[in-house]
């Protein structure tokens, strides 16, 4: 593959652009023992020449027979789906053989071999790259090394002398080579070191920039909200609010009588009550006569936060309108018309509500619910309609003060740590498929007329990465249990069917609830007690999380069971910390640690995806160290390499 073909399919543009290609692991070329010391699912190093070589099933499947200095007996291995090694592996060849060991079949299953003078195998660790499956590890690397040897007068530094002096970091040509030319794990390090900080910099620069331009904001001249209103507002509430809650309402309505305007998280675990704290911040808007906006990131959550809003505010003479383009057309039209003479106070919908159909009299609050569902552009649109607008951001992703001092630099925080409902307890358990819990915890569940949600990934039965479809799982449970006790919802049912299925299900004419993860953000249905989640492997932990968030929401004992029937590892482990962690803090960290580079998906909301080396949790002293910097080089700005570094990050002003 030529150079120019791997720059195109990466979209790379630069020799930069190349290199920060970082690995995404170090694989050890320390060779394995005999064969008689591998145990099933070992990962296996060999290497060898090859004695015999045969392909069988019309070439799906190589056989191959291992010989080599450490090995008295051939080793057999086997490698799937990839005709190609039949045509590149030689007898006369050397190579390097990678892949697991399966005890059943006393064979090497191989993932990949590499002839023993690729420039991979060059040194004692393997790096593997996170590139299109069209490029080959070798081809990529290939270009890495031509770079790094005969294209290296274009590698600059980056960083302000100052802070490369502070910590000693290396030039960033040697920090390259040390990352991709693994030598030792100390120079990985070494070099590694070098990217981190680099990212934390930059993290933290742009974050900090954000925060100072939004605090230049400043917003229409506005009545002052009157606290004691707030005060008789809260105690007309039907409960107290928690210590937590009552900080939070502080520090919104602070922040709405500040000149300039609010930008706040409030952050809590499922079931913390956030809904409500949203709620008080919308009524002190109405009292300062402004309009006020929840959107959140799906029709059903957003129907369940107008139908209680109306209950709250009917009362208060406060106007409250649903928006959401699944409504039928002339209610759509009609909402839209009082929204835009200002007769609706308080507006509640998808996010449908910014669109551009929609027009506001006098927009002064906005409040983005379960916000890291949302992708950066919507709220980036959302931001760019409420221009001088106050900002309300709620997240279920709770995590300690001072990564979220970090994570979070852009915003303020407010926190609700406490329960309204201390009792509130859900048993997590991992089972397999055919274990019968499944079917007594249901049984148990219908018999005390309890309700019971049952998630499975994907909808179709034909989704051939998923045994367990929503579909199957339907057809199946409505057999066992009656088709009147149970539901289906998922995504591809019509909108104003799901709403009718949901709302029976809320009014306790179903039982049982069968639906894809579309329940998974803030629904609240108090007579739920069991949820099981069949390939639960395929959901992240946080999204595990919430969904049994949905469940024990009347204080009394809930239990959660995870089904999972493969034996991977990291999975296995994934899902038993859950079983043995009930708080969401202690998820958040799991995620957040576990989170390794070049891993991309679903982190929008922790910034993690802008991060390729560095991680908030395990390098948390870095970006302490980089936060300080950046405010120093911010404030900084008539030195010439903070100016340089500061545009070259933030790009000219
Ligand atoms: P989340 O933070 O997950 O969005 P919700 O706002 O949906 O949680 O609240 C969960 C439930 O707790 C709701 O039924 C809500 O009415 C109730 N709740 C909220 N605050 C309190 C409180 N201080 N005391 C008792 N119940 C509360
Ligand atoms: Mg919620």
Redesign the pocket.
């Known amino acids: 593959m030529k150079f120019s073909e791997i720059y195109t399919k990466l979209k790379a543009i630069s020799e930069e652009d190349i290199l920060t290609h970082f690995p995404k692991r170090y694989d050890d070329l320390s060779l394995s023992g005999s064969l008689a010391s591998f145990i099933d699912h070992q990962k296996v190093v060999l290497k060898g020449s090859v004695s015999k070589i045969v392909s069988i099933q019309g070439g799906k499947i190589i056989r191959l027979s291992v010989h080599g200095e450490l090995y008295k007996e051939d080793i057999q291995c086997a490698i799937f789906n990839q005709q190609f090694y039949s045509r590149v592996i030689k007898k006369s060849g050397e190579y390097f053989f990678f892949g697991y060991y399966n005890d059943k079949m006393k064979t090497v299953m191989l993932s990949l071999v590499l002839s023993s003078d690729s420039l991979l195998v060059a040194n004692r660790y393997k790096p593997y790259y996170n590139i299109p499956h069209d490029v080959s590890q070798s081809a990529f690397y290939g270009l890495v090394i031509d770079i790094l040897n005969n294209h290296n007068d274009y590698i600059n530094e980056i960083l302000p002398s100052k802070y490369r002096h502070k910590y000693r970091l290396e030039n960033r040509l040697q920090a390259f080579k040390d990352v991709h030319i693994p030598v030792s794990q100390e120079t990985i390090l070494r070099g590694l070191r070098v990217f981190k900080y680099e990212e934390a910099l930059k993290y933290c620069l742009k974050s900090l920039q954000i925060r100072r331009q939004n605090s230049f904001i400043k917003k229409r001249q506005m009545t002052r909200i009157d606290e004691m209103k707030i005060n008789s507002f809260v105690s007309g509430l039907s ?4 210590k937590d ?1 009552l900080a939070a309402v502080v520090d919104i309505i602070n922040d709405m009588n500040k000149p300039v305007i609010m930008n706040r998280l409030l952050s ?1 675990d ?7 704290v949203a709620f008080i911040a919308l009524y002190g808007n109405a009292l300062r006569e402004g309009q006020g906006v929840i959107m959140a990131p799906t029709v059903t959550l957003a129907r369940q936060h107008y139908v209680r809003a109306q209950a709250i505010f009917n009362k208060y003479g406060l106007n409250v309108v649903l928006l959401d383009n699944s409504l039928p057309a002339k209610e759509v039209k009609e909402n839209i018309r009082k929204i835009k003479t200002g007769e609706a106070q308080i507006i509640i919908g998808t996010h449908y509500v910014f669109s551009s159909a929609v027009e506001y009299k006098n927009l002064t609050l906005a409040i983005i619910d379960e916000q890291h569902k949302f992708g950066v552009e919507q709220r980036d649109s959302l931001i760019d309609k409420g221009q001088g607008v106050d900002h309300l951001m709620m997240s ?1 992703t709770p995590i300690p003060q001072t990564l979220s001092r970090i994570i979070n630099s852009d915003l303020d925080v407010s926190s ?1 740590f406490e329960f ?2 201390s009792s509130r307890e859900v048993t997590t358990k991992v089972i397999r498929s055919d274990d019968p819990l499944i079917d007594k915890a249901i049984k148990r569940a219908i018999s005390i007329h309890k309700q019971v949600f049952v998630v499975a990934p994907k909808i179709e039965k034909n989704d051939k990465s998923s045994r367990l479809s929503a579909k199957a799982v339907y057809d199946d449970m409505s057999a066992k249990y009656g088709i009147d006790n149970v539901a289906m919802l998922n995504g591809k049912i019509k909108k104003v069917d799901q709403e009718k299925i949901y709302d029976d299900f809320v009014l306790g004419k179903r039982l049982v609830l069968v639906s894809t993860s579309l329940i998974e953000v ?1 629904i ?1 249905v108090k007579n739920a007690c069991l949820m099981v989640i069949y390939e639960a492997n395929y959901f992240g932990l946080a999204s595990l999380h919430q969904l049994r ?1 949905r469940i024990g ?1 009347s204080g009394e004992g809930a239990m959660a069971l995870l089904v999972y029937d493969g034996d991977d590892p990291d999975a296995l482990d994934k899902l038993s910390y859950l079983s043995t962690h009930n708080k969401g803090e202690d998820v958040a960290l799991y995620d957040l640690s576990n989170r390794g580079s070049g891993d991309m998906g679903g982190d929008k909301q922790s910034g993690q995806s802008e991060l390729q080396v560095a991680n908030f949790v395990k390098d948390l002293n870095i970006f302490t160290c980089a936060k300080e910097d950046a405010q120093e080089i911010l404030e900084n700005q008539t030195d010439a390499e903070n100016v340089s570094y500061t545009e070259y990050i933030l790009g000219k002003e």
């Open positions: 409960f107290r609010l928690t809650q809590g499922v079931g913390t009550g956030k809904t409500i279920a609700l309204p409902n803030g609240d968030g929401r």
